[in-house]
């Protein structure tokens, strides 16, 4: 699973996005480069996506309350 590449067929093997951080971050890239910019641009992103899908979540559990009372 440690394969850095991007497709579309669901059954083959890719990095995700926690472990190309790591290991980006365990190279010896200084801050200014292009791999040190990623890592920070790929947090945002795992960050933005684990928010969208919490509100989402918050959004069907109200409904979900409203509907039985």
């Known amino acids: 699973g440690q394969k850095a ?3 579309l067929n669901p059954l083959s093997e890719i990095q995700t996005m ?11 890239n200084e801050v200014g ?4 910019d990623a890592i920070f641009a ?4 795992l960050f933005a ?6 509100v989402l979540a918050q959004v ?8 039985y009372e």
């Open 60 to 67: 069907i559990l109200n409904r979900m309350r409203n509907s």
């Open 42 to 45: 790929v947090g945002l992103t």
């Open 5 to 7: 590449s991007l497709t």
């Open 33 to 36: 480069t292009i791999q040190a």
């Open 18 to 28: 926690t472990a190309y951080i790591v290991a980006v971050r365990q190279g010896d």
């Open 49 to 54: 996506s684990t928010m969208v899908l919490n």
